[in-house]
């Protein structure tokens, strides 16, 4: 977990953005949540593939797995298991949203959180 935080900063950095910023600490947090999830629930893929994408106006981080278990819009606002929730509360604090989003071949899903950038209108 501590190499993902640390190759996760270390792009955030590279987008521009100021590790003292909010922006950069929610995504963090994402990450760090999300990943956590993927490993503790997907047994049958205990690993995680992170992507971070920055547009002008976004700010996208992805954590998919090979869990053929759906999760679905339901499982963010569960009370049991914070992380999901303080995920989906995060990406509203900066006018985002998640998604998640089956693999192609159905073996596994993705899921999208994406923050607008501050004062970017995507």
Do not use: W
Request: net charge neutral.
């Amino acid at each position: 977990m501590r190499a993902v935080r640390e190759r996760t900063e270390r792009s955030l950095r590279l987008f521009g953005l100021e590790s003292a910023s909010a922006l950069f600490g929610a995504a963090l947090l994402v990450v760090s949540e999300l990943v956590a999830n993927a490993v503790r629930h997907a047994r049958h893929s205990p690993e995680a593939e992170v992507t971070l994408h920055m547009t002008e106006h976004l700010l996208v981080v992805a954590v998919g797995d090979l869990d053929p278990r759906p999760l679905t819009p339901a499982d963010l606002d569960r009370t049991s298991g914070q992380g999901l929730r303080t995920v989906a509360d995060l990406a509203r604090t900066f006018g985002g949203d998640v998604r998640i989003e089956p693999v192609s071949d159905g073996r596994g899903k993705t899921v999208v959180v994406r923050f607008i950038l501050p004062g970017g209108t995507p």
